[in-house]
Protein backbone atom coordinates (compact mmCIF):
# COMPACT_ATOMS: atom_id res chain seq x y z
CA UNK A 1 0.00 0.00 0.00
CA UNK A 2 2.81 2.30 0.16
CA UNK A 3 3.03 2.89 -3.01
CA UNK A 4 -0.39 3.98 -3.02
CA UNK A 5 0.81 7.14 -1.71
CA UNK A 6 3.50 9.44 -3.42
CA UNK A 7 6.56 11.31 -1.82
CA UNK A 8 5.07 14.54 -2.03
CA UNK A 9 1.53 15.27 -2.62
CA UNK A 10 1.76 19.44 -4.28
CA UNK A 11 -0.55 21.26 -5.67
CA UNK A 12 0.37 24.36 -6.46
CA UNK A 13 0.14 27.83 -8.81
CA UNK A 14 2.41 28.60 -11.63
CA UNK A 15 6.07 27.34 -11.12
CA UNK A 16 6.02 27.96 -7.37
CA UNK A 17 7.03 24.74 -5.23
CA UNK A 18 5.16 23.88 -1.85
CA UNK A 19 7.74 23.48 1.17
CA UNK A 20 7.24 21.40 3.80
CA UNK A 21 9.47 23.91 6.03
CA UNK A 22 9.78 27.44 4.89
CA UNK A 23 13.20 28.40 2.94
CA UNK A 24 15.43 31.06 4.48
CA UNK A 25 14.96 34.68 3.87
CA UNK A 26 17.06 36.45 1.18
CA UNK A 27 18.92 39.37 0.76
CA UNK A 28 15.82 41.37 0.53
CA UNK A 29 14.38 39.88 4.04
CA UNK A 30 11.84 38.32 1.85
CA UNK A 31 11.18 34.33 1.31
CA UNK A 32 11.70 33.11 -2.03
CA UNK A 33 8.93 30.98 -2.38
CA UNK A 34 4.96 30.75 -0.86
CA UNK A 35 3.02 28.57 -2.65
CA UNK A 36 -0.75 29.39 -3.19
CA UNK A 37 -1.04 25.80 -1.46
CA UNK A 38 0.55 23.68 -0.01
CA UNK A 39 -1.14 20.23 0.70
CA UNK A 40 1.84 18.05 1.30
CA UNK A 41 1.82 20.21 4.82
CA UNK A 42 -1.25 18.51 5.92
CA UNK A 43 -1.55 15.50 4.58
CA UNK A 44 2.29 14.63 5.37
CA UNK A 45 1.85 14.01 9.29
CA UNK A 46 -1.14 11.96 8.56
CA UNK A 47 0.69 9.75 6.49
CA UNK A 48 0.63 7.09 8.46
CA UNK A 49 -2.69 6.70 9.13
CA UNK A 50 -3.73 7.37 5.79
CA UNK A 51 -1.58 4.06 5.04
CA UNK A 52 -3.28 2.16 7.52
CA UNK A 53 -7.08 3.32 6.73
CA UNK A 54 -5.63 2.67 3.38
CA UNK A 55 -4.96 -1.45 4.10
CA UNK A 56 -7.94 -1.88 6.34
CA UNK A 57 -10.06 -0.72 2.89
CA UNK A 58 -8.08 -3.04 0.78
CA UNK A 59 -8.57 -5.82 3.38
CA UNK A 60 -11.83 -5.51 3.10
CA UNK A 61 -12.84 -5.84 -0.31
CA UNK A 62 -15.34 -2.68 0.20
CA UNK A 63 -14.30 -0.14 -2.79
CA UNK A 64 -17.64 1.58 -3.77
CA UNK A 65 -19.59 3.01 -0.66
CA UNK A 66 -19.33 0.47 2.03
CA UNK A 67 -18.91 0.82 5.75
CA UNK A 68 -16.09 3.76 5.60
CA UNK A 69 -18.89 5.59 3.73
CA UNK A 70 -21.86 5.22 6.34
CA UNK A 71 -19.71 6.35 8.94
CA UNK A 72 -18.43 9.15 7.14
CA UNK A 73 -22.05 10.14 6.13
CA UNK A 74 -23.11 9.48 9.86
CA UNK A 75 -19.67 11.83 11.17
CA UNK A 76 -21.19 14.81 9.24
CA UNK A 77 -24.30 14.96 9.93
CA UNK A 78 -23.61 14.94 13.31
CA UNK A 79 -21.13 17.62 13.06
CA UNK A 80 -23.20 19.84 10.61
CA UNK A 81 -26.52 18.91 12.54
CA UNK A 82 -28.47 17.55 9.67
CA UNK A 83 -30.42 14.33 9.48
CA UNK A 84 -29.07 13.23 5.92
CA UNK A 85 -25.82 13.24 4.19
CA UNK A 86 -25.19 11.67 1.20
CA UNK A 87 -21.94 11.01 -0.67
CA UNK A 88 -21.54 11.25 -3.97
CA UNK A 89 -18.50 11.28 -6.93
CA UNK A 90 -17.84 15.45 -7.05
CA UNK A 91 -18.82 18.72 -5.69
CA UNK A 92 -20.05 18.67 -9.03
CA UNK A 93 -22.14 15.26 -9.54
CA UNK A 94 -23.82 16.77 -5.95
CA UNK A 95 -25.68 20.00 -7.87
CA UNK A 96 -26.17 17.97 -10.74
CA UNK A 97 -27.87 15.32 -8.20
CA UNK A 98 -29.74 17.84 -6.36
CA UNK A 99 -31.79 19.37 -9.47
CA UNK A 100 -32.30 15.95 -10.53
CA UNK A 101 -33.71 15.63 -7.05
CA UNK A 102 -36.41 18.34 -7.24
CA UNK A 103 -37.25 17.52 -10.95
CA UNK A 104 -35.82 20.24 -13.15
CA UNK A 105 -36.92 20.17 -16.48
CA UNK A 106 -35.97 21.58 -19.79
CA UNK A 107 -37.24 25.63 -20.08
CA UNK A 108 -37.03 25.92 -16.56
CA UNK A 109 -35.19 28.69 -14.89
CA UNK A 110 -32.47 28.45 -12.14
CA UNK A 111 -31.05 31.61 -10.65
CA UNK A 112 -27.81 30.99 -9.92
CA UNK A 113 -24.74 34.29 -9.68
CA UNK A 114 -22.63 34.42 -12.61
CA UNK A 115 -19.50 34.92 -10.48
CA UNK A 116 -18.54 31.50 -9.21
CA UNK A 117 -17.39 28.07 -10.45
CA UNK A 118 -18.48 26.84 -13.75
CA UNK A 119 -20.14 23.21 -12.57
CA UNK A 120 -23.12 25.63 -10.76
CA UNK A 121 -24.34 26.64 -14.15
CA UNK A 122 -23.33 23.53 -16.28
CA UNK A 123 -25.68 21.35 -13.73
CA UNK A 124 -28.54 23.61 -15.04
CA UNK A 125 -28.18 23.29 -18.86
CA UNK A 126 -27.25 19.64 -18.49
CA UNK A 127 -30.72 18.69 -17.44
CA UNK A 128 -32.46 21.23 -20.33
CA UNK A 129 -32.83 23.87 -17.57
CA UNK A 130 -31.71 28.10 -18.00
CA UNK A 131 -29.83 29.68 -16.01
CA UNK A 132 -30.39 33.03 -15.16
CA UNK A 133 -27.44 35.13 -13.78
CA UNK A 134 -27.86 37.50 -10.79
CA UNK A 135 -25.13 40.15 -9.83
CA UNK A 136 -23.56 40.29 -6.62
CA UNK A 137 -22.49 42.39 -3.89
CA UNK A 138 -20.04 44.16 -4.79
CA UNK A 139 -17.70 43.75 -0.76
CA UNK A 140 -18.63 39.72 -0.16
CA UNK A 141 -18.72 38.78 -3.84
CA UNK A 142 -22.00 36.88 -2.47
CA UNK A 143 -25.56 36.81 -4.44
CA UNK A 144 -27.49 39.98 -4.18
CA UNK A 145 -30.48 39.25 -2.99
CA UNK A 146 -32.09 42.35 -4.29
CA UNK A 147 -30.97 41.73 -8.03
CA UNK A 148 -31.96 37.80 -7.45
CA UNK A 149 -35.33 39.15 -6.09
CA UNK A 150 -35.99 41.09 -9.48
CA UNK A 151 -35.39 37.49 -11.71
CA UNK A 152 -37.68 35.66 -10.40
CA UNK A 153 -40.57 34.91 -12.57
CA UNK A 154 -43.34 32.22 -13.61
CA UNK A 155 -40.67 30.20 -14.78
CA UNK A 156 -38.12 29.85 -12.00
CA UNK A 157 -38.20 26.61 -10.59
CA UNK A 158 -35.32 26.51 -8.11
CA UNK A 159 -32.53 29.07 -6.57
CA UNK A 160 -29.17 28.62 -6.26
CA UNK A 161 -26.83 30.39 -3.91
CA UNK A 162 -23.09 29.88 -3.50
CA UNK A 163 -21.28 30.69 -0.30
CA UNK A 164 -18.68 31.84 -2.24
CA UNK A 165 -14.92 31.70 -1.15
CA UNK A 166 -16.00 30.37 2.20
CA UNK A 167 -19.09 32.66 3.43
CA UNK A 168 -22.21 31.89 3.92
CA UNK A 169 -24.93 34.25 1.30
CA UNK A 170 -27.55 36.39 3.90
CA UNK A 171 -29.81 34.03 3.94
CA UNK A 172 -32.09 36.57 6.21
CA UNK A 173 -32.69 37.85 3.14
CA UNK A 174 -32.65 34.82 0.36
CA UNK A 175 -35.08 32.87 2.23
CA UNK A 176 -38.00 34.74 2.79
CA UNK A 177 -37.50 35.14 -1.11
CA UNK A 178 -37.57 31.79 -2.15
CA UNK A 179 -40.46 31.47 -0.01
CA UNK A 180 -42.74 33.91 -1.47
CA UNK A 181 -41.85 32.23 -4.85
CA UNK A 182 -42.61 28.83 -3.75
CA UNK A 183 -39.43 27.37 -5.05
CA UNK A 184 -36.34 25.44 -3.44
CA UNK A 185 -33.16 26.70 -2.21
CA UNK A 186 -30.32 24.30 -3.16
CA UNK A 187 -26.90 25.60 -1.47
CA UNK A 188 -23.50 25.52 -3.25
CA UNK A 189 -21.57 24.87 -0.28
CA UNK A 190 -18.71 23.53 -2.12
CA UNK A 191 -16.37 26.27 -0.90
CA UNK A 192 -17.95 26.63 2.84
CA UNK A 193 -17.90 23.21 5.07
CA UNK A 194 -18.76 24.38 8.71
CA UNK A 195 -19.57 28.07 7.51
CA UNK A 196 -22.58 28.62 9.68
CA UNK A 197 -25.79 31.39 9.21
CA UNK A 198 -26.34 32.51 12.67
CA UNK A 199 -25.09 29.19 14.29
CA UNK A 200 -26.06 26.91 12.05
CA UNK A 201 -24.38 25.18 9.26
CA UNK A 202 -24.43 25.39 5.83
CA UNK A 203 -26.29 23.01 3.87
CA UNK A 204 -28.66 22.94 6.50
CA UNK A 205 -30.07 26.20 5.77
CA UNK A 206 -32.11 25.65 2.38
CA UNK A 207 -33.64 22.33 0.82
CA UNK A 208 -30.20 20.52 -0.08
CA UNK A 209 -27.01 21.45 0.02
CA UNK A 210 -24.08 20.30 -1.91
CA UNK A 211 -20.23 19.75 -1.41
CA UNK A 212 -17.03 19.08 -2.33
CA UNK A 213 -13.96 17.05 -1.28
CA UNK A 214 -11.68 18.00 -4.20
CA UNK A 215 -8.18 18.03 -2.54
CA UNK A 216 -7.94 22.21 -3.19
CA UNK A 217 -11.23 22.21 -0.21
CA UNK A 218 -10.98 22.75 3.48
CA UNK A 219 -11.71 19.21 3.72
CA UNK A 220 -9.97 17.71 0.64
CA UNK A 221 -9.65 14.19 -0.12
CA UNK A 222 -7.31 12.22 -2.60
CA UNK A 223 -9.31 12.96 -5.69
CA UNK A 224 -12.62 13.51 -6.49
CA UNK A 225 -15.53 13.38 -4.00
CA UNK A 226 -18.73 15.20 -2.67
CA UNK A 227 -21.90 14.95 -0.70
CA UNK A 228 -24.96 16.39 -0.03
CA UNK A 229 -27.39 17.47 2.73
CA UNK A 230 -30.98 18.04 3.26
CA UNK A 231 -33.08 18.14 5.68
CA UNK A 232 -36.20 16.64 3.96
CA UNK A 233 -36.64 12.73 4.31
CA UNK A 234 -38.34 12.30 0.83
CA UNK A 235 -34.96 14.70 -0.60
CA UNK A 236 -33.08 12.18 1.00
CA UNK A 237 -34.47 9.01 -0.56
CA UNK A 238 -34.47 10.72 -3.85
CA UNK A 239 -30.88 11.79 -3.70
CA UNK A 240 -29.53 7.71 -2.86
CA UNK A 241 -31.29 6.35 -4.94
CA UNK A 242 -30.55 8.99 -8.13
CA UNK A 243 -26.83 8.11 -7.11
CA UNK A 244 -27.09 4.59 -8.24
CA UNK A 245 -28.37 4.85 -11.30
CA UNK A 246 -31.94 5.38 -9.56
CA UNK A 247 -31.80 1.95 -8.38
CA UNK A 248 -34.05 0.71 -5.49
CA UNK A 249 -34.13 -2.58 -4.68
CA UNK A 250 -30.66 -3.90 -6.62
CA UNK A 251 -31.62 -4.18 -10.41
CA UNK A 252 -35.04 -2.20 -10.20
CA UNK A 253 -34.88 1.00 -11.36
CA UNK A 254 -38.02 3.20 -11.13
CA UNK A 255 -36.31 6.57 -12.30
CA UNK A 256 -33.56 6.98 -14.27
CA UNK A 257 -30.10 8.27 -12.06
CA UNK A 258 -26.20 8.33 -12.55
CA UNK A 259 -23.31 7.00 -11.49
CA UNK A 260 -21.93 9.21 -8.70
CA UNK A 261 -20.82 6.82 -5.88
CA UNK A 262 -18.04 7.83 -2.98
CA UNK A 263 -15.35 5.38 -3.05
CA UNK A 264 -14.59 3.56 0.27
CA UNK A 265 -10.49 5.15 -0.16
CA UNK A 266 -11.70 8.38 -0.38
CA UNK A 267 -14.09 8.30 2.78
CA UNK A 268 -11.53 6.25 4.66
CA UNK A 269 -8.86 9.14 3.99
CA UNK A 270 -11.87 11.93 4.65
CA UNK A 271 -12.89 10.43 8.42
CA UNK A 272 -8.70 10.54 9.34
CA UNK A 273 -8.74 14.62 8.37
CA UNK A 274 -12.46 15.48 9.59
CA UNK A 275 -11.54 15.58 13.32
CA UNK A 276 -8.96 17.75 12.88
CA UNK A 277 -11.13 20.44 10.29
CA UNK A 278 -12.17 22.95 12.83
CA UNK A 279 -8.82 23.79 14.46
CA UNK A 280 -7.48 24.13 10.09
CA UNK A 281 -10.33 26.51 9.90
CA UNK A 282 -9.55 28.22 13.39
CA UNK A 283 -6.03 28.81 11.98
CA UNK A 284 -7.40 30.55 8.76
CA UNK A 285 -8.92 32.59 10.28
CA UNK A 286 -6.22 33.54 12.37
CA UNK A 287 -4.15 34.30 9.19
CA UNK A 288 -7.23 36.46 7.57
CA UNK A 289 -6.97 38.76 10.64
CA UNK A 290 -3.04 38.66 10.18
CA UNK A 291 -3.03 39.97 6.79
CA UNK A 292 -5.44 42.16 7.86
CA UNK A 293 -3.15 43.84 10.35
CA UNK A 294 -0.53 43.68 8.06
CA UNK A 295 -1.88 45.80 5.10
CA UNK A 296 -3.35 48.39 7.85
CA UNK A 297 0.45 48.81 8.86
CA UNK A 298 1.92 48.73 5.52
CA UNK A 299 -1.02 51.63 4.62
CA UNK A 300 -2.49 49.92 1.80
CA UNK A 301 -6.01 50.60 2.29
CA UNK A 302 -6.59 52.95 -1.09
CA UNK A 303 -4.22 50.55 -3.20
CA UNK A 304 -6.51 46.86 -1.95
CA UNK A 305 -9.74 46.20 -0.31
CA UNK A 306 -9.56 43.13 2.34
CA UNK A 307 -12.39 40.65 2.15
CA UNK A 308 -15.50 41.79 4.41
CA UNK A 309 -17.23 39.75 6.77
CA UNK A 310 -20.28 39.58 7.40
CA UNK A 311 -20.31 38.34 11.37
CA UNK A 312 -23.93 36.69 11.18
CA UNK A 313 -21.92 34.09 9.86
CA UNK A 314 -18.84 31.93 10.42
CA UNK A 315 -16.39 32.63 7.46
CA UNK A 316 -14.08 29.50 6.66
CA UNK A 317 -11.22 31.16 4.55
CA UNK A 318 -11.41 28.84 1.53
CA UNK A 319 -10.06 31.11 -0.10
CA UNK A 320 -8.97 35.16 0.93
CA UNK A 321 -9.71 37.41 -2.11
CA UNK A 322 -8.79 41.08 -2.20
CA UNK A 323 -9.91 44.00 -4.51
CA UNK A 324 -7.14 45.59 -6.30
CA UNK A 325 -8.14 48.98 -7.67
CA UNK A 326 -7.19 51.16 -10.25
CA UNK A 327 -6.74 48.33 -12.61
CA UNK A 328 -3.51 47.39 -11.56
CA UNK A 329 -4.67 43.51 -10.38
CA UNK A 330 -2.81 41.83 -13.45
CA UNK A 331 0.44 43.93 -12.98
CA UNK A 332 0.31 43.09 -9.46
CA UNK A 333 -0.01 39.37 -9.74
CA UNK A 334 2.87 39.30 -12.38
CA UNK A 335 4.90 41.09 -9.67
CA UNK A 336 3.86 38.62 -6.93
CA UNK A 337 4.83 35.35 -9.32
CA UNK A 338 7.99 36.68 -10.24
CA UNK A 339 8.70 37.26 -6.89
CA UNK A 340 7.94 33.50 -5.71
CA UNK A 341 4.24 34.53 -4.13
CA UNK A 342 1.06 31.81 -5.82
CA UNK A 343 -1.87 33.27 -6.44
CA UNK A 344 -4.97 33.13 -8.59
CA UNK A 345 -7.81 34.90 -10.05
CA UNK A 346 -11.50 33.29 -9.44
CA UNK A 347 -12.91 33.78 -11.31
CA UNK A 348 -11.64 35.62 -14.64
CA UNK A 349 -14.88 35.04 -17.08
CA UNK A 350 -17.49 35.80 -15.45
CA UNK A 351 -20.24 32.34 -16.22
CA UNK A 352 -22.61 34.75 -18.07
CA UNK A 353 -19.70 35.71 -20.80
CA UNK A 354 -18.32 32.26 -21.40
CA UNK A 355 -18.45 31.16 -24.81
CA UNK A 356 -20.63 27.92 -24.41
CA UNK A 357 -23.49 29.89 -22.82
CA UNK A 358 -23.74 32.35 -25.84
CA UNK A 359 -27.35 30.87 -26.43
CA UNK A 360 -28.83 32.21 -23.43
CA UNK A 361 -27.86 36.21 -24.41
CA UNK A 362 -26.24 37.44 -21.74
CA UNK A 363 -23.86 40.42 -23.37
CA UNK A 364 -20.96 42.68 -21.46
CA UNK A 365 -22.73 44.88 -19.32
CA UNK A 366 -25.35 43.06 -17.69
CA UNK A 367 -23.50 42.47 -15.01
CA UNK A 368 -21.57 45.47 -13.87
CA UNK A 369 -20.38 44.29 -10.02
CA UNK A 370 -19.72 40.82 -11.28
CA UNK A 371 -17.51 42.45 -14.07
CA UNK A 372 -15.71 44.50 -11.98
CA UNK A 373 -14.49 41.85 -9.71
CA UNK A 374 -13.36 39.20 -12.66
CA UNK A 375 -10.79 42.26 -13.46
CA UNK A 376 -10.13 42.92 -9.76
CA UNK A 377 -9.78 40.12 -7.42
CA UNK A 378 -6.97 38.00 -6.63
CA UNK A 379 -6.35 35.30 -4.26
CA UNK A 380 -3.48 34.97 -1.36
CA UNK A 381 -2.03 32.02 0.87
CA UNK A 382 -4.92 31.13 3.22
CA UNK A 383 -3.88 27.61 3.76
CA UNK A 384 -4.06 26.29 7.71
CA UNK A 385 -0.20 26.10 7.59
CA UNK A 386 0.98 29.14 6.52
CA UNK A 387 3.69 30.49 8.45
CA UNK A 388 3.74 34.45 9.76
CA UNK A 389 7.16 34.51 7.49
CA UNK A 390 5.36 33.64 4.51
CA UNK A 391 2.72 36.08 4.79
CA UNK A 392 4.95 39.05 5.70
CA UNK A 393 7.05 38.15 2.37
CA UNK A 394 3.16 38.00 0.90
CA UNK A 395 1.97 41.26 2.05
CA UNK A 396 5.98 42.84 1.88
CA UNK A 397 5.78 41.65 -1.97
CA UNK A 398 2.29 44.02 -2.34
CA UNK A 399 3.78 47.03 -0.41
CA UNK A 400 6.92 46.70 -2.50
CA UNK A 401 4.71 47.06 -5.37
CA UNK A 402 2.38 49.81 -4.14
CA UNK A 403 5.63 51.80 -2.92
CA UNK A 404 4.17 51.48 0.39
CA UNK A 405 5.89 51.02 4.24
CA UNK A 406 7.39 46.97 4.65
CA UNK A 407 5.53 45.20 6.93
CA UNK A 408 7.52 45.96 10.26
CA UNK A 409 9.84 43.13 11.54
CA UNK A 410 7.39 41.83 14.79
CA UNK A 411 5.01 40.28 11.99
CA UNK A 412 7.82 38.42 10.17
CA UNK A 413 9.54 36.70 13.47
CA UNK A 414 5.84 36.29 14.60
CA UNK A 415 4.75 32.48 16.09
CA UNK A 416 1.70 31.18 14.90
CA UNK A 417 -1.18 31.61 17.43
CA UNK A 418 0.90 34.50 19.16
CA UNK A 419 -1.39 36.36 21.21
CA UNK A 420 -0.03 39.63 19.50
CA UNK A 421 -2.30 38.32 16.58
CA UNK A 422 -4.04 35.02 16.41
CA UNK A 423 -5.20 34.32 20.29
CA UNK A 424 -8.72 33.24 19.70
CA UNK A 425 -10.70 36.03 21.38
CA UNK A 426 -9.14 38.27 19.00
CA UNK A 427 -10.61 36.12 16.59
CA UNK A 428 -13.99 36.64 18.30
CA UNK A 429 -13.66 40.47 18.92
CA UNK A 430 -12.97 40.90 15.49
CA UNK A 431 -15.68 39.05 13.77
CA UNK A 432 -13.28 37.28 11.06
CA UNK A 433 -14.06 33.96 12.81
CA UNK A 434 -17.79 34.06 12.84
CA UNK A 435 -20.12 34.63 15.61
CA UNK A 436 -19.24 33.56 19.60
CA UNK A 437 -22.24 31.34 19.51
CA UNK A 438 -21.38 29.43 16.42
CA UNK A 439 -20.62 26.47 18.30
CA UNK A 440 -22.23 23.68 16.06
CA UNK A 441 -19.21 23.92 13.68
Known amino acids: MADLLP ?16 PSSDSTGFLPNVP ?27 FVLGPDVTALEEELSKILDVPHVIGCASGSDSLLLALMAINIQPGEEVILPSYTFFATASAVTRLGGVPIFADIDPSTFLIDPDDLRRRITSRTRAIIPVHLFGQTVDMDAILPIAEQAGVPIIE ?23 FSFYPTKNLGGFGDGGFLTTTRDDLAESLRKLRVHGM ?20 AVLRIKLPL ?28 TSPKIDTRGRHVWNQYVIRVADGKRDALREHLTASGVGT ?40 AELTPAEQATVVGRIAEFFGRSPVPEEFEGMDKGSDAIGHPQHVKRTGLIGRADDVRC
Open 248 to 267: EPRYYHDVVGINSRLDSLQA
Open 188 to 210: DAAQSVLSTWHGKCSGGLGDIGC
Open 344 to 383: EIYYPVPLHLQKCFDNFGWKMGDLPITEYAAKETLALPIF
Open 36 to 62: LLAIDRQNGPLREQFRQVMDDVCDSGR
Open 277 to 304: LDDWTNQRAQNAIRYTEMFNHCELHDAI
Open 7 to 22: KRALLNSGDNEAMTSG
